[in-house]
C-alpha cells in the first residue's frame, strides 16, 4: 500500500481537566479557541480530523466552529487511548491515525506530511518525529529532561527514547557534545496503523516505560517498530498561562 491510497485520519485528544492549566483547549487565542487553530492547522495535511474528548464544553465548542467531535471516556490515561476509543467508534473507514497534541495550535503542515510519508513502507507499524538539536541550542537544552532525546538506526527506525542524554560522548568535554555529535529531540507527534493501535492500547506498562515515564517504550520492548521521520521545525506546546501568554504574538490572522 502506498503512502498516497494510505487512508488517514487526524485525531485531536482534548481533555479539559488539566493541573497546571483547567480548561485548556477553549482558552482564546486570537479570536479563536486554541483546539480550532489546532483543527484549522491539521486541516491543512489531512482531509478529515476529529476531536476526541470527554467534556461536553469542548465537544459543543468544536460542533460551534463547524469541527468534528467524539465523546470518550473520562477514564482514559493517555492521548493514544483515548485516540483508539475514538477510531473504533468511526469503523473501518482509515487505515492510520495520526495523533496530534491538542496543545500545538502552531503544528506545521510539513510535519504531518512527513508522517504520512513515513507509511510508504507497509511494514512500519507506527512512526514519530525527530528534530536535530544544534549547537545554537546549547548543552542546558540538551540536559531537559523535558525533552526527549532518540537515537535511530540506519534505517531510521527509534533504538531509545530518554530523557537523559543519549548517547553518552566518553572522553569528550560535556561543553563539546554538540560539536562532537547529532543529537536529537523527541517530537511528541505520533501516526499508528489501526490494527497497531489496538494491539499497543492492550500492552501492560513496561518497566522502562514507568522508569522514563515515556509510553512509546512500552511499544520499542514489545518489538513493535517506530519509523521517524525528520523535521526543522520546533513544536510549540502550550503547557501554562504562561506559555501562552508567550506565544500570543505568533498570531497573525
Not at 459543543?60 to 477514564?75: L, P, Y
Not at 469503523?91 to 508522517?115: A, K, R, T, W
Amino acid at each position: 500500500m502506498s503512502a498516497k491510497s494510505t487512508r488517514f485520519v487526524g485525531i485531536i485528544p482534548a481533555r479539559y481537566a488539566s493541573t497546571r492549566f483547567p480548561g485548556k483547549p477553549l482558552v482564546d487565542i486570537g479570536g479563536k479557541p486554541m483546539i480550532q487553530r489546532v483543527c484549522e492547522q491539521a486541516l491543512k495535511s489531512l482531509d478529515e480530523v476529529f476531536v476526541a474528548t470527554d467534556d461536553v464544553r469542548i465537544f459543543q465548542a468544536v460542533e460551534g466552529f463547524g469541527g468534528r467531535a467524539i465523546m470518550t471516556s473520562v477514564d482514559h490515561k493517555s492521548g493514544t487511548d483515548r485516540c483508539y476509543e475514538a477510531i473504533s467508534k468511526l469503523g473501518n473507514m482509515y487505515d492510520v491515525v495520526i495523533n496530534i497534541q491538542g496543545d500545538e495550535p502552531f503544528i506545521h503542515p510539513s510535519q504531518i506530511e512527513e508522517l504520512k510519508h513515513c507509511f510508504s513502507d507497509k511494514t512500519i507499524h507506527i512512526a514519530t518525529l525527530v528534530k536535530a538539536i544544534t549547537e545554537k541550542d546549547g548543552i542546558s537544552f540538551l540536559e531537559n529532561t523535558n525533552h526527549p532525546k532518540v537515537v535511530f538506526n540506519n534505517n531510521y527506525e527509534a533504538m531509545y527514547f530518554s530523557r537523559s542524554v543519549i548517547p553518552y560522548l566518553r572522553g569528550v568535554e560535556k561543553d563539546q557534545w554538540l560539536a562532537n555529535h547529532q543529537y536529537y529531540k523527541h517530537i511528541g507527534l505520533y501516526a499508528y496503523r489501526v490494527d497497531v493501535l489496538k494491539k499497543i492500547t492492550e500492552l501492560p506498562q513496561s518497566q522502562l516505560e514507568i522508569a522514563e515515564s515515556l509510553e512509546q517504550l512500552r511499544w520499542l520492548e514489545n518489538g513493535y517498530k517506530i519509523k521517524v521521520g525528520l523535521t526543522d521545525r520546533e513544536t510549540i506546546g502550550i503547557d501554562t498561562p504562561e506559555d501562552l501568554e508567550r506565544v500570543k504574538h505568533l498570531i497573525i490572522d
